[in-house]
């Protein structure tokens, strides 16, 4: 037998095209991820243009893309733009792994003890519908204007969703491993740490995705309000000023602050979570095509 034609030899060719494909599909979404993003940034340069031209309102409620990259280097010629960027950065990143480590614990406590779910449950019930964002004020009363209100509103707008999808994500885990576990000799923190942390990953990610989404909306309102550095400070800072691309330009730096903290967020799903590769609608949907 030639060594072309080996078995090992055609698997791996089959494995290679196979590479080649889901490359090849990977990089056509990127191609049309960044197409949108591009289109979306020309679309809004024309718009402003054409206002400016047609005076549909006031331009200067309309900036451009350039008046905002204007505005990019305006503020970092002053020195205050990494400072505002890096100010979000770090409370948004303690804030969020605050929250989603006070879910996580207090979420198994929930599930473990009866007693703490008895009074934990009823409490999360009626905080539950309170927007975080109506509690700044109170936070503000209670430890003054300094870093711990905000980084207290943006845990507990992380924790409050988070333990739902935890508590859910560990009472759904199976019970046969952890027979298995316990009749092998293992003990309640074996237990925990090698079977039910392990198979509780999934929904915690998921509720770690939901509510990211819902910390950058806390963050933005705790730097609103007392604060003197920030995203969400630029933007109330500009609106004094009636500086209307400085406002666009933080907005602007939100949404990709947001994008970059998802991006790395799935990025560390998809290494985790390797096993559910092939085995989601999508991949059937392509597989299809």
Not at 104 to 125: H, S, T
Not at 153 to 170: F, N
Not at 192 to 198: A, E, R, S
């Amino acid at each position: 037998m030639s060594a072309m034609g080996s078995p090992n030899m055609q698997s791996a060719a089959m494995n290679h095209k196979g590479s080649a494909k889901k490359k090849h599909w990977l990089d056509q979404d990127s191609l049309f991820r960044g197409m949108t993003v591009i289109g979306f940034f020309l679309l809004w340069q024309v718009v402003g243009m054409l206002n400016v031209q047609m005076e549909w309102m006031n331009p200067a409620f309309l900036p451009t893309p350039v008046n905002v990259l204007e505005a990019v280097l305006h503020l970092h010629n002053q020195g205050v733009l990494f400072t505002h960027i890096w100010s979000s950065t770090w409370r948004l990143l303690l804030g969020f792994a605050l929250g989603v480590v006070l879910a996580v614990m207090l979420a198994f406590m929930i599930v473990k003890f009866k007693l703490v779910q008895n009074i934990v449950e009823p409490f999360l019930n009626m905080v539950g519908p309170i927007p975080p964002f109506a509690l700044l004020p109170i936070f503000i009363i209670w430890m003054g204007v300094g870093e711990l209100p905000k980084l207290t509103l943006i845990t507990y707008a992380t924790a409050i969703p988070m333990i739902a999808y935890t508590v859910d994500g560990i009472r759904n885990v199976n019970p046969l491993l952890i027979r298995s576990a316990l009749s092998l000799g293992a003990n309640q923190w074996q237990v925990f740490k090698k079977v039910i942390l392990p198979a509780s990953l999934p929904p915690i990610f998921v509720g770690m995705r939901v509510t990211l989404a819902i910390s950058f909306s806390a963050m933005v309102v705790a730097e609103m309000i007392g604060s003197y550095s920030g995203l969400g400070y630029l933007i109330i800072d500009s609106r004094n000023f009636f500086q209307m691309d400085n406002m666009f330009l933080a907005a602007a730096l939100i949404g990709v602050l947001y994008s970059i903290f998802a991006f790395i967020l799935g990025q560390m799903e998809k290494r985790l979570f390797k096993w559910k590769q092939g085995t989601q609608i999508n991949d059937a949907v392509t597989k299809t095509r």
